[in-house]
C-alpha cells in the first residue's frame, strides 16, 4: 500500500480546515513547503544580522505538565502555517526545520504553559 501524500503548506489560495490539523496531528500525516510558500516567505523575511550570542542564561524552569503528543504536534503544525503566509518575517530555514521536525515522528516535549 502506498503512503499517503504529503499535506502541503503555504499555496496560493490553500486554507486548511480544522480536519487537516487533525491529519498532521493525530494521524502523523507528513507535511511538505510549497513552492509559491517558500517564495513568499524568501520576498517578504528581512536581510540576516549580524549573530550576537546572548551569553551565558540560567536554564529557565519548565511548568505544568507536558502536552500530549497529538496536541504537541497541532502547536507546530499551526505554528507552521503562520509562518508559511509570508507576513511572519520568519526565514524559510524555520519553516523548513519545522517541516522536518513534524516528518520526523519523534515526540515534542511542549509544555502547556
Known amino acids: 500500500m502506498a503512503a499517503p ?23 502523523g500525516l507528513q ?28 536554564p529557565t524552569a519548565v511548568e505544568g505538565e507536558p502536552l500530549l503528543p497529538s496536541h504537541a504536534r497541532a502547536v507546530v503544525f499551526v505554528r507552521l502555517l503562520s509562518i508559511m503566509n509570508g507576513k511572519t ?8 526545520f519545522l517541516k522536518q521536525l513534524l516528518n520526523s515522528g519523534a515526540p515534542l516535549p511542549l509544555h502547556a504553559s
Not at 499535506?7 to 487537516?20: N, R
Not at 511538505?32 to 540560567?58: H, V, Y
Open 31 to 58: 507535511v511538505a513547503l510549497d513552492t509559491a510558500g517558500a517564495e513568499r516567505i524568501k520576498k517578504e523575511s528581512p536581510p540576516p544580522k549580524a549573530f550576537e550570542p546572548e551569553g551565558d542564561q540560567p
Open 5 to 27: 501524500k504529503a499535506f502541503s503548506i503555504g499555496g496560493m489560495g490553500a486554507a486548511p480546515t480544522v480536519d487537516d490539523v487533525v491529519r498532521v496531528a493525530a494521524q
Open 89 to 96: 518575517g520568519m526565514r524559510l530555514a524555520v519553516a523548513d
